[in-house]
């Protein structure tokens, strides 16, 4: 496991350790059904890729807290993947996942069953954005689920409270960079959008609601 992350500490016998991702850092994890760690998302966002050998990449899910980051379900030479923290996230390595059913505390009060039912939940609601064909309407579903899951209502705007870059953009909806501006330049023109804090905080004007429900995309 490659990672731009920072391991906050140990607990004995390699029981668990917490690892803190900063927005922007990323964790690497090759597959491997040897390995039978398992991650919890204790508190922040971040949103997993798959990547493979030849350089392609595809979005997989979009992932908040209480959810389940588990990779032994495959090995192959061929893939790998990467998780990218959208703003600051702590995560909680087992490094068994018998480690949790065998600690009282642990299986007391994490209930892995309730975990993967939200994980699929959300891995279920982030294919809604692939679902779409074209970039500009994949865009429009993302800031839609970001709305929804994590937007602050205002007076007349929604505010999404953590960094969307351009390069966030383009690994989740697979546009390429021309194809992204292209898409964002005609929301914020239209004044459905607006970027502030120098161009990386998004907000979505009710203006972005009604076009969307006008044109039948919602």
């Known amino acids: 496991m490659n990672n731009q992350s920072h391991l906050l500490f140990y607990t004995l016998k390699n029981f668990c350790c917490v690892y803190k991702l900063y927005k922007g850092d990323t964790l690497i994890f090759k597959d491997d059904l040897k390995c039978n760690s398992l991650f919890i998302v204790f508190y922040g966002t971040v949103y997993v890729m798959k990547i493979f050998t030849n350089g392609e990449s595809i979005f997989l899910s979009l992932l908040t807290s209480k959810s389940v980051i588990n990779f032994s379900f ?9 998780i990218i923290a959208l703003e600051n996230t702590y995560l909680i390595k087992f490094f068994s996942v018998n480690a949790i059913n065998s600690s009282s505390y642990f299986s007391n009060t994490i209930n892995l069953f309730n975990l993967f039912s939200y994980t699929l939940g ?52 697979g546009g390429n960079i021309n194809a992204v501006n292209r898409v964002m330049n005609d929301l914020v023109t239209n004044l459905l959008v607006k970027y502030i804090s120098k161009n990386k905080i998004l907000v979505c004007y009710f203006s972005f609601f009604t076009y969307l429900n006008t044109n039948k995309i919602i």
């Open 122 to 173: 959300q891995y279920e609601i982030s294919s809604y954005i692939l679902v779409h064909k074209s970039i500009k309407y994949r865009i429009i579903q993302l800031l839609l689920l970001l709305c929804r899951q994590f937007g602050i209502l205002n007076y007349n705007y929604v505010l999404i409270p953590f960094e969307i870059s351009q390069k966030t953009l383009i690994n989740i909806t």
């Open 74 to 82: 495959s090995n192959s030479n061929y893939i790998h993947h990467k």
